[in-house]
């Protein structure tokens, strides 16, 4: 008789892409893991800019609402919003260079407005768009080319000052 018994092994240990932030915590909703490929180049600098936000906010714990999105993932939300306009058909989150946070203890215009206070002090550079939503903000590493993408999402009626 062979012993069919499910085994419980332990979790695996989160890897740490900087002090406050593991790998797993941006892999794709679907299941789809971080791709490894993009660790160095993309989701480092993400985090490193992520722990300058959470600096800034004292400290407050960052929760990642959203990471990396494989196409599908990202048309399957875009079919589900209806509207078309809370998620982006060329989502800078399929490149695994977006994150949508949220900052414990902190309302969403507070966080923006941390975000936009480090960009213009040159303590996050690499900044390439920043959205503010209702529950959220979107912060993504694109390519600049100068210019800061911004935008509201639904329900946002103007940006904080």
Not at 1 to 26: C, G, L, N
Not at 87 to 104: F, L
Request: aromatic fraction near 8%; charge should be negative; include cysteine.
């Amino acid at each position: 008789m062979t012993d069919t018994t499910i085994k419980e092994f332990p979790a695996m240990p989160a890897i740490y892409v900087t002090q406050h932030f593991s790998i797993d915590e941006f892999d794709c909703h679907d299941g789809t893991p971080y791709p490894p490929g993009w660790i160095e180049t993309r989701l480092l600098p993400l985090c490193q800019l992520l722990e300058v936000v959470r600096e800034a906010c004292d400290g407050h714990p960052i929760t990642i609402l959203s990471g990396y999105r494989t196409e599908e993932h990202n048309e399957a939300l875009r079919e589900a919003d209806g509207s078309g306009t809370g998620v982006a058909k060329n989502s800078q989150h399929i490149q695994g260079k977006a994150a949508d946070i949220r900052v414990e203890g902190l309302a969403p215009s507070d966080v923006y407005k941390a975000v936009m206070a480090l960009y213009k002090a040159g303590k996050i550079p690499l900044l390439g768009g920043c959205g503010l939503y209702t529950r959220w903000v979107h912060v993504d590493i694109r390519q600049q080319d100068g210019h800061l993408a911004r935008w509201m999402g639904q329900g946002v009626t103007e940006f904080p000052v």
